[in-house]
């Protein structure tokens, strides 16, 4: 029995850093930094995307806004300075760029819950022009919408003097904050990675592939997704897990050879549930039985 | 006002760039081909050396032939007449390098040797 149901609507301020990038060629020299390919966007765009070292493993995970003259960005606030220094020292002696800090200039908030469409209806704001990778300003705040095959978050940004505007609609709407832990609880349930989930892995091992692009030049840490893509050498995957017994973020032994990542967990009576990474040799397997005789439930997200 | 222009943001990020006199090697081979490359215009133009985000190790280096910019955001090296320029903002990453000239088809041409950096990309034009 689980006892997670999907909520009607709550809200988290996300941890997020902002960044903002100016300069007629911010876009492409974004690009040099990253795995995804963002030169030919169009405005009112956003695009998913990961910085790596160039070993290949995952540094942050950004979301980038695409205003035109300015570009947005929101990554991890524990990678806030050394994102925008890792930006400033390549920029080319050559052109003009500006990189602010916006991180006390823009609060993020995350929307979950049924009440998302009831909120843009009251807003006047067409679903359609923040879904599919597009955002809208509504006064001076930016909306959008992050989706799965389960779930929809509406993410907003707003300056941070005029926050009170987002909270009055959530309480006008009887829409709850959650702490930290329910946020991991409801993001757990539905299988939304999160940004510890996937730090220091390489991509394709976290279900990350889709923001890998590799016909698009070189990036830090392409040679090694090139090499790892071309020879077939994906082994793992990440998956949500359910065990009865909690469990620490820790590698369990797998009976059969290998071993299970614990990422995320969440204790929820007997159904604890888990975002670990598993070899995906196991991956259309159902059950799995660790050395220490834990059984763990896999469900493929 | 909107989203990007509210309170709250700080002044563009400025981080202090560590300034250090480059020195760098130059191969005789190098020394010929920088030659030959100015076409006898190092009266006017200058070779610039530069770093910048880029390649599968993080840096990328980039060598222009072009007009003097006459600034001294620049450190001039004369190597034979013909001056080399190093913007300030990469003598930290170029510091050292040594520029040589391969005259073979595959892989030829000027080539950069870094002893500071902690990895290259295989093709040779990234460091990090």
């Known amino acids: ?301 | 006002m909107g989203l990007l222009d509210g309170a709250g943001f700080s002044l563009p990020v400025f981080n202090e760039i560590e300034i250090i006199d480059v020195k760098i090697n130059v191969t005789d081979s190098a020394r010929n081909a920088m030659k030959l490359s100015m076409n006898n215009d190092d009266d006017t133009h200058v070779l610039i050396i530069s770093a910048e985000s880029g390649g599968c190790s993080g840096y990328l280096y980039d060598m222009k032939i072009t007009e003097d910019p006459k600034d001294d955001t620049f450190q001039r090296i004369d190597v034979d007449g013909v001056s080399i320029l190093i913007h300030n903002k990469d003598s930290a990453l170029l510091n050292g390098i040594e520029l040589d000239y391969k005259d073979t088809l595959m892989g030829g041409g000027f080539q950069i040797k870094n002893p500071s950096a902690d990895r290259e990309c295989g093709c040779g034009q990234s460091f990090g």
């Open chain 1, 1 to 301: 029995m689980t006892s997670f149901s999907y909520p009607d609507g709550k809200y988290i301020l996300s941890e997020s850093s902002i960044t903002v990038l100016s300069g007629a060629n911010a876009l492409l020299h974004l690009q040099k930094l990253i795995t995804s390919k963002v030169e030919d966007s169009d405005l009112y765009r956003t695009h998913d995307s990961l910085f790596c070292h160039a070993n290949g493993r995952i540094i942050d995970y950004l979301k980038i806004y695409n205003f035109g003259e300015k570009i947005l960005i929101t990554n991890n606030n524990k990678n806030g300075n050394s994102i925008r220094k890792l930006i400033q020292t390549g920029i080319p002696w050559n052109e003009e760029m500006t990189i602010t800090n916006g991180d006390n200039g823009i609060c993020h908030y995350r929307l979950i819950g049924n009440i998302i469409d009831t909120i843009l209806k009251q807003c006047g704001i067409n679903k359609e022009s923040i879904v599919n990778n597009k955002f809208t300003e509504y006064g001076n705040m930016i909306l959008t919408i992050s989706s799965g095959k389960n779930y929809q978050i509406l993410d907003i940004l707003i300056p941070s003097d005029e926050e009170d505007k987002v909270l009055k609609i959530f309480k006008n709407n009887n829409i709850k904050n959650m702490e930290a832990s329910e946020w991991d609880k409801i993001r757990i349930n539905l299988g939304i990675v999160d940004y510890f989930d996937i730090e220091n892995s390489i991509p394709f091992e976290v279900n990350m592939e889709h923001l890998v692009k590799l016909d698009k030049g070189c990036y830090p840490g392409q040679e090694i997704h090139a090499r790892i893509e071309s020879r077939g050498k994906i082994n793992k995957k990440l998956v949500k897990i359910t065990t009865n017994l909690p469990l620490k973020k820790s590698k369990y032994s797998i009976l059969r050879g290998g071993k299970i990542v614990i990422k995320s967990s969440f204790e929820q009576n007997e159904n604890n549930v888990h975002l670990g990474v598993i070899p995906i040799k196991y991956i259309e397997d159902s059950i799995i039985i660790t050395k220490d005789d834990i059984k763990f439930e896999i469900q493929q997200i």
